[in-house]
C-alpha cells in the first residue's frame, strides 16, 4: 500500500488528491494546507495537515507537492531524506541549481522523482509531438498560452505572480514540447516583457515572450500573460514548422482563456505537407481531472513498476533552465547564452 500526503489544497493540489483517491493501492494518510479550504465530498474524511513538517511524521512514502513554486525544492528534498518519492509540480524549482540539486537527491536516495508535465500524459499531444517529429527538422516553434483572468482566476495569478512570473509558470510546458520534438541543444535566449498592471509588484511583469535558438538550427518562440487586459484573440497558438511541412492545432482559439480545460485541449490536428493537408481528429479528450488521473497512475507505476526516470529528470531541469534564462533575459535586457552543456 502507497501512503500518500498532498501538501498545498489550490487547484492542482486538489485535483491529485482526488486523482489518488481514486486509485487503488493508494491510501492518503494527510492533506496539508497553512490555512483553511473548503474540501470536495470526496476527501473531507482525510486527516488535515497545517504544515509540511507534519506530514513527513507520518512517514509517507508518497509525497505530492502542489504549492507555491518557492517551496518546492526544499520540500522535495525534505521528503526524499524521509524516504518518499515525489510527485512535484512545475516548476520543479526556482532556480537551476536548486532543480539539480533535487534531481540529485533523487539519485542518492533512489526515490522517484516525478514532475507535473500535465502534457505528457494527454493523447492529444503526444500525437502532435509524434507527427512534428515525423516531418524532420530543423523546426520553428510558434508557441503562446495568454490567459484574459479576472476576479478569482486574477487573484491566483497575482499570488503565483509574487514567486513566479508567467513565463515560467506556463513555459516549462511548452518548451518541454520543444526539446521533446527536436534533439537540438538550447544556446541562447532572447527575452522581452512588459509590466501592464499596478497590482503586481514593480519587478514582475504580465506580458513576456521568449525565443530560444537550439544547437540543430532550430528555433522557438514562447508568449505568456495573465490579466483583465489581455487580448482572446490568437492567446492559443500551437504551431510547428519544419522543411517538410508543419503540424498545428486548429481548434484550440475559442475564447474563454481562463478555462484550465482549454489550455490543454487540441481538438482536431492539421498537418500540412506541400502535396496536401491532413486534419486529424481527436475526439473524447481527457479532461483537467482525467489528466491528473493519469499523471498520478504514472507515478505509482513509477513506484511499483521502477521506471526509469533518468530522461525525465533531465528533460524537467533543462525546460526549466530555458524559461529560467527568458525570464533574467526580460530582467536585464539582455540575451542569455546557455550552450549545450546544458
Not at 518557492?70 to 537551476?96: I, N, Q, R, W
Not at 525565443?211 to 497558438?237: I, K, L, N, R
Not at 487540441?266 to 489528466?291: C, T, Y
Request: net charge negative; hydrophobic share 40%; charged share 20%.
Amino acid at each position: 500500500m502507497i501512503r500518500a500526503v498532498i501538501a498545498g489544497l489550490g487547484n492542482m493540489g486538489l485535483s491529485h488528491a482526488l486523482a489518488l483517491h481514486s486509485l487503488p493501492g493508494v491510501e492518503i494518510i494527510g492533506l496539508i494546507n497553512r490555512s483553511p479550504v473548503e474540501l470536495p465530498e470526496e476527501l473531507q474524511s482525510y486527516h488535515r495537515l497545517k504544515s509540511f513538517s507534519d506530514g513527513l511524521e507520518l512517514k509517507p512514502n508518497l509525497v505530492v507537492i502542489a504549492t507555491y513554486s518557492d517551496s518546492h525544492a526544499d520540500y522535495a528534498c525534505a521528503a526524499m531524506e524521509a524516504g518518499a518519492h515525489v510527485f512535484v509540480e512545475k516548476p520543479l524549482a526556482t532556480t537551476v541549481s536548486d532543480a539539480e540539486r533535487v534531481v540529485a537527491k533523487a539519485k542518492e536516495t533512489g526515490r522517484k522523482l516525478v514532475v507535473g508535465y500535465i502534457l505528457r500524459h494527454h493523447p492529444s499531444w503526444i500525437r502532435l509531438i509524434k507527427e512534428a517529429r515525423g516531418l524532420g527538422g530543423p523546426f520553428v516553434f510558434r508557441l503562446n498560452l495568454n490567459q484574459q483572468s479576472s476576479g478569482a482566476e486574477w487573484e491566483t495569478h497575482k499570488a503565483l505572480m509574487q514567486t513566479t512570473s508567467p513565463i515560467v509558470d506556463c513555459g516549462v510546458h511548452y518548451v518541454d514540447v520543444m526539446c521533446q520534438i527536436t534533439d537540438g541543444k538550447p544556446l541562447r535566449v532572447h527575452g522581452m516583457g512588459v509590466r501592464l498592471s499596478n497590482e503586481i509588484a514593480e519587478d514582475m511583469y504580465n506580458y513576456g515572450q521568449f525565443q530560444v535558438v537550439f544547437d540543430d538550427g532550430s528555433v522557438g518562440w514562447y508568449e505568456a500573460g495573465w490579466g483583465p487586459m489581455m487580448s482572446e484573440t490568437a492567446f492559443f497558438v500551437k504551431d510547428i514548422v519544419s522543411p517538410n511541412g508543419s503540424v498545428s492545432i486548429t481548434d484550440g482559439n475559442k475564447g474563454a482563456s481562463a478555462d484550465i480545460d482549454g489550455h490543454t485541449k487540441v481538438g482536431s490536428i492539421l498537418v500540412h505537407r506541400p502535396d496536401g493537408d491532413v486534419s486529424i481528429d481527436m475526439p473524447d479528450e481527457p479532461r483537467h481531472q482525467e489528466l491528473c488521473d493519469a499523471e498520478q497512475a504514472y507515478m505509482v507505476r513509477a513506484i511499483t513498476e521502477n521506471i526509469d526516470l533518468k530522461r525525465h529528470m533531465q528533460d524537467a531541469v533543462l525546460s526549466l533552465a530555458i524559461c529560467l534564462a527568458a525570464d533574467e533575459s526580460i530582467r536585464t535586457g539582455q540575451p542569455i547564452t546557455l550552450g549545450t552543456a546544458q
